[in-house]
């Protein structure tokens, strides 16, 4: 059985998580893609809801074994990757995957598996609007912030490869964009 996937790519604090958040409530059967990942959580984030949090070596160890369908150095010495057995679960309940992945990992798995998949990105109104949500979110160092905004800019370069963009200017609207493309998507025939 192997359902369809969705892929959402932003920079981060575009606001996808929350995105994502609301068309897990609806009728999609979407089931979200738990990355595996190298670095630390993240306040209240737990292994196995958020992420599969590896040791460096875990995650190294299963580069070698070929276990990634993609896999990236995101931030430096921080690797985030999709594991194949990932998507077989999620497809033997029956269910379309939902992916929270960054520009090159989206483009990646949209170029895997073609018609199957559609790549969203999700748009910040404007790289300002982007960094004054990081410092607001509150979990990230200065250095951090600035890292993730130089790498969003870059990103945003990228937004013209994707199948399509959305706009996160108001959540309400993103969403329901979000809903439209979707509905058409997961009910088309391939
Ligand atoms: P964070 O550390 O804020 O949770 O995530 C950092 C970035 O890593 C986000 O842009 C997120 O979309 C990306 N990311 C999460 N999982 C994966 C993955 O499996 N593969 C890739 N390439 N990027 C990922």
Redesign the pocket.
């Known amino acids: 059985m192997s359902g369809k996937l969705v892929i959402l ?2 920079p ?1 604090g575009a606001g ?1 998580s929350t995105i994502i958040e609301h068309l897990l409530k609806k009728d999609f059967k979407l089931e979200f893609s738990i ?3 190298t ?1 630390n959580p993240r306040g209240n984030e737990k292994h196995g809801v ?2 599969y949090f590896l040791p460096p070596e875990d995650f190294k160890n299963k580069i070698v074994k070929n276990e990634f369908i ?3 150095e ?2 430096e010495d ?1 690797y ?3 594991l194949k057995s990932e998507i077989d679960r999620i497809f033997a309940k029956g269910n379309n995957v939902i ?4 520009i ?2 989206g483009l990646n798995i949209k170029k895997q598996y073609g018609d199957k998949a559609i790549s969203i990105f999700i748009m910040p109104p404007s790289v300002e609007e982007l960094e004054n949500r990081l410092i607001k979110r509150g979990t990230d160092s200065p250095e951090n912030i600035k890292k993730r905004i130089d790498k969003a800019k870059f990103e945003i370069s990228f937004a013209n490869k994707f199948d399509k963009t959305i706009i996160n200017d108001n959540i309400d609207i993103a969403v329901y964009e979000t809903e439209k493309i979707l509905n058409e998507f997961l009910n088309k025939k391939i």
């Open positions: 790519s932003a981060s996808k990355s595996a990942c670095r958020e992420y993609e896999w990236e995101v931030y921080h985030y990757g999709t992916f929270d992945i960054d090159a990992g």
